[in-house]
């Protein structure tokens, strides 16, 4: 894969995530307009991506590689755990931040962010990858992130866990493992409400970066060495292993978008719930966003 076609596909959704920021700062969205796009992206488009995805794919995925893409984000998120349990203390002592460190290296944005990237570079057939992703976060956020954050695990978190989410991704893993086509009237109308998941999720990005102070974003040393151990280090770690159980050129390169994600908005909102400052952290899921555009790429050409 060329690493220039990448940068260029990269580039566009960069350019996505500036228009969000031109109507941002022009007045033509405000922070309600800004929540109805969020929970729309939540709770419709991007349930049906996944869909349209799992349906578009009816027939081509055999059912040892669906097992082997959950052992992959199980190990992933055993990883990426383990790495913000050691790595966390190194960019922040105050016990708050650091709950929230450990949160950013584990909870990435694999699904405004990863959907897109996925679906614009190797194809809207890939996305049903994702969608395991996802199901493995909505369950390691409900579990292990709440009991992080609240020093103790607590079964009523787990009443959070059943959304749109995660039913509509174990609807698309039953699509294919069941091979279940989709009427052709149902096809369409789930495509066309998928496609809007992502220049809405990349314009809800660059509505934040309008709303958010520049010297914090740009001028904080640890965030850029937080960035680099985040979106090129970890990844380039986790590869080999991976090269271990297959060479799947397609699934490598899905597994590597993956892995170098930005931070996603869940440490966010969660500390948030916590009473916890997030300044640091709505920071980090900009600059973190904006340097993928150039770490992917890279990911990618190394994949070959």
Request: glycine share 8%; net charge positive.
């Given at each position: 894969?060329?690493?220039?076609?990448?940068?260029?596909?990269?580039?566009?959704?960069?350019?996505?995530?500036?228009?969000?920021?031109?109507?941002?700062?022009?007045?033509?969205?405000?922070?309600?307009?800004?929540?109805?796009?969020?929970?729309?992206?939540?709770?419709?488009?991007?349930?049906?991506?996944m869909?349209?995805?799992?349906?578009?794919?009816?027939?081509?995925?055999?059912?040892?590689?669906i097992?082997?893409?959950?052992?992959?984000?199980?190990?992933?998120?055993?990883?990426?755990?383990?790495?913000?349990?050691?790595?966390?203390?190194?960019?922040?002592?105050?016990?708050?931040?650091?709950?929230?460190?450990?949160?950013?290296?584990?909870?990435?944005?694999?699904?405004?962010?990863?959907?897109?990237?996925?679906?614009?570079?190797?194809?809207?057939?890939?996305?049903?990858?994702?969608?395991?992703?996802l199901?493995?976060?909505?369950?390691?956020?409900?579990?292990?992130?709440?009991?992080?954050?609240?020093?103790?695990?607590?079964?009523?978190?787990?009443?959070?866990?059943?959304?749109?989410?995660?039913?509509?991704?174990?609807?698309?893993?039953?699509?294919?493992?069941?091979?279940?086509?989709?009427?052709?009237?149902?096809?369409?109308?789930?495509?066309?409400?998928?496609?809007?998941?992502?220049?809405?999720?990349?314009?809800?990005?660059?509505?934040?970066?309008?709303?958010?102070?520049?010297?914090?974003?740009?001028?904080?040393?640890?965030?850029?060495?937080?960035?680099?151990?985040?979106?090129?280090?970890?990844?380039?770690?986790?590869?080999?292993?991976?090269?271990?159980?297959?060479?799947?050129?397609?699934?490598?390169?899905?597994?590597?978008?993956?892995?170098?994600?930005?931070?996603g908005?869940?440490?966010?909102?969660?500390?948030?719930?916590?009473?916890?400052?997030?300044?640091?952290?709505?920071?980090?899921?900009?600059?973190?966003t904006?340097?993928?555009?150039?770490?992917?790429p890279?990911?990618?050409?190394?994949?070959?």
């Amino acid at each position: 894969m060329a690493i220039l076609t990448v940068f260029f596909q990269m580039l566009s959704l960069l350019i996505m995530i500036g228009a969000g920021w031109f109507m941002a700062r022009k007045g033509m969205m405000d922070e309600h307009t800004n929540t109805q796009m969020s929970k729309m992206i939540v709770n419709v488009f991007n349930p049906m991506l996944m869909i349209s995805s799992a349906a578009g794919s009816v027939g081509l995925i055999p059912l040892s590689t669906i097992v082997l893409v959950g052992l992959i984000a199980i190990g992933m998120f055993a990883i990426l755990i383990a790495a913000g349990m050691i790595l966390s203390p190194l960019f922040e002592r105050q016990p708050d931040q650091k709950k929230i460190f450990q949160m950013m290296f584990v909870f990435s944005n694999l699904g405004f962010i990863g959907i897109p990237v996925v679906g614009s570079i190797l194809g809207t057939q890939y996305v049903v990858y994702v969608t395991e992703f996802l199901l493995l976060y909505t369950i390691v956020f409900y579990t292990y992130g709440v009991a992080m954050m609240d020093g103790k695990f607590s079964l009523s978190s787990l009443k959070a866990m059943v959304n749109p989410g995660l039913i509509s991704g174990l609807a698309a893993v039953l699509i294919i493992v069941l091979n279940i086509p989709l009427p052709g009237f149902l096809m369409t109308a789930v495509t066309y409400l998928g496609n809007v998941t992502s220049p809405m999720a990349l314009v809800a990005v660059g509505f934040a970066l309008a709303h958010t102070d520049p010297k914090r974003i740009f001028c904080q040393p640890k965030l850029y060495v937080f960035s680099v151990v985040k979106l090129l280090a970890l990844p380039l770690l986790m590869l080999p292993l991976v090269r271990l159980v297959t060479d799947d050129a397609a699934l490598l390169s899905v597994c590597m978008v993956m892995f170098g994600m930005p931070i996603g908005n869940m440490p966010l909102i969660l500390g948030n719930q916590k009473g916890i400052d997030g300044s640091t952290c709505s920071a980090a899921i900009i600059l973190t966003t904006i340097l993928c555009v150039f770490t992917i790429p890279v990911l990618l050409a190394l994949v070959g």
